[in-house]
């Protein structure tokens, strides 16, 4: 099956800069007595899941605020708007990426992955699609998947993506929508089809809204799913939306319908939580979404396929809530001001609890052998390839051994990034280093092969090696995937 488990496109996540979740204030008292962690991508990549927020490219572009909340929470990154058909494909075969490229750029600055949204959606997308003929529609769909999903196949950042999106009715019928009417059921198949073209390792899944529970419409969607799937369509992953209200009830027996969506071997995931209220907002409101909150992050832990969950926002300032339904909001983990909410300790302290299920046991995978640079009299620089894991490597152990063979390696240091200076050596004497990589949760990969390097004499220049430079991951668009 296509399906990938074993997947290793994963991207290094350093150790987080704890000092920048000091700077925020909590305005409320939190009303869980447990434990938090410095920051949500800390907590959940110890419970080996992601935690993302959906990203506005003008909010990141011009507002340091939100920009800092997002570099410094989240592991994971969902384009709001970017990815979406009007923006990278105006009009036919006219594509614009700079949205895009840009959630792709910061997501590999701050060590994220992006999961890319979306390819075929009746929304948002533009007229001139809606208005082709049945042949010329199915072209269209596959050249605009082959492109946009081609753009990001060798970029080790992009995981995954919404290949269709809301194709139901809530009674389980597919939407009427234009690829509905017009190409009738078999778009969804081909769609997949040209994704799985496009890029045989992103992890394709099908998004909706209202099939977080049990119900008509996730029931339509799970015999969809095993239907594809017992047809070899490549469909590896289900996506929950998540946008739920105070006042609509918590979905019935989420944990189970993620459950049943796994066992037919597909990912599961949270793509768009928001908790909205009616506002103004009340103590019984507050609870109910902390509630809600908790209630997903718990399901999402309890489920191993689950792979994490992605918030439709960061702040209460900039959510799609208010603006499509009037005198709701409050969705969100942060306020207008960029305050912390209670619900935002709530989630931290749910993801940190692990809500009474498993632990991150997926070690990383080995670094490359360490180059040597810098070698002097008394020091020498190691630097390796980059270690990959499914919620991010946060820092190498650097191990030494005397001579050039025989003796025990002990450990001579860690470092948060792909090199390490080793200092206080002996003159012409031979040394072997090796390295491994750790965790969130503590697993530790293999130990990388080792590394002969003999410091020079004492006297004079040290004749260098050239510096040997490690790209510790890819940047741009078109990068190549690590080994
Ligand atoms: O949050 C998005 C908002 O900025 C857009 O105006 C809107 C247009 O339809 O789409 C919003 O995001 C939607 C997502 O792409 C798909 N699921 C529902 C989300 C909320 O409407």
């Known amino acids: 099956m296509p399906l990938k488990p074993g997947r290793t496109r994963r991207l290094a996540i350093p150790v987080l800069a704890l000092a920048c979740a000091a700077a925020f204030v909590t305005p409320f008292l939190i009303t869980q007595s447990a434990s938090a962690a410095a920051t949500l991508r800390l907590a959940a990549a110890t419970r080996g899941k992601f935690i993302g927020f959906a990203a506005a490219t003008n909010l990141l572009t011009n507002d340091a605020s939100y920009r800092s909340i997002a570099q410094t929470e989240f592991n994971q990154v969902t384009a709001e708007n970017a990815m979406k058909w009007d923006a990278t494909e105006p009009n036919d075969n006219q594509y614009s990426f700079a949205g895009a490229d840009q959630v792709v750029a910061f997501?590999?600055?701050n060590s994220q992955v992006v999961h890319g949204h979306t390819l075929v959606w009746h929304s948002q997308t533009p007229g001139w699609v809606q208005g082709l003929s049945a042949t010329a529609m199915r072209t269209a769909m596959q050249d605009h998947i082959a492109t946009v999903v081609g753009r990001y196949a060798s970029n080790p950042a992009v995981q995954s993506w919404d290949v269709v999106n809301e194709i139901f009715n809530e009674d389980g019928?597919?939407?009427?929508?234009?690829?509905?009417?017009?190409l009738g059921d078999s778009y969804v198949a081909d769609a997949f089809r040209y994704a799985r073209a496009a890029d045989p390792d992103a992890r394709l899944c099908i998004n909706d809204y209202n099939v977080e529970g049990i119900g008509a419409k996730s029931n339509a969607m799970y015999n969809l799913v095993q239907s594809l799937r017992a047809q070899n369509v490549p469909v590896d992953c289900v996506g929950f939306q998540g946008h739920l209200g105070t006042q609509y009830g918590f979905p019935s027996q989420v944990q189970q319908n993620m459950q049943r969506f796994a066992d037919l071997g597909v990912q599961v995931r949270v793509t768009e939580l928001d908790v909205r209220s009616v506002l103004p907002m009340d103590a019984t409101k507050t609870q109910t979404q902390i509630t809600y909150y908790t209630n997903v992050v718990n399901a999402c832990i309890a489920v191993t396929a689950c792979a994490g969950i992605t918030i439709w926002g960061i702040d209460d300032g900039h959510s799609w809530v208010p603006s499509t339904f009037s005198g709701q909001g409050a969705a969100l983990l942060w306020d207008a001001?960029?305050?912390?909410?209670s619900v935002y300790d709530a989630v931290n302290a749910a993801l940190d609890a692990g809500g009474g299920g498993g632990t991150d046991t997926q070690?990383?995978?080995?670094?490359g052998t360490p180059t040597a640079s810098n070698v002097t009299a008394s020091a020498a620089t190691l630097s390796w390839t980059a270690s990959t894991d499914n919620?991010?490597?946060?820092?190498?152990?650097?191990?030494r051994a005397p001579g050039?063979?025989?003796?025990?390696?002990?450990s001579v240091g860690t470092s948060t990034t792909t090199s390490f200076t080793n200092s206080g050596l002996t003159a012409s004497t031979t040394y072997r280093y090796q390295v491994r990589a750790r965790d969130a949760a503590g697993?530790?990969?293999a130990f990388s092969p080792a590394v002969t390097v003999t410091t020079t004499t004492g006297g004079g220049a040290a004749p260098a090696a050239a510096p040997r430079r490690t790209r510790s991951r890819t940047s741009g668009p078109a990068a190549s995937k690590p080994a």
């Open 107 to 109: 997501a590999q600055a």
């Open 173 to 182: 019928t597919r939407r009427a929508s234009f690829w509905q009417n017009t």
């Open 337 to 341: 001001s960029y305050n912390r909410k």
């Open 363 to 367: 070690a990383p995978s080995t670094p």
């Open 391 to 399: 919620v991010g490597v946060s820092g190498y152990d650097i191990y």
């Open 404 to 410: 050039a063979s025989g003796g025990a390696f002990a």
């Open 443 to 445: 697993n530790t990969s």
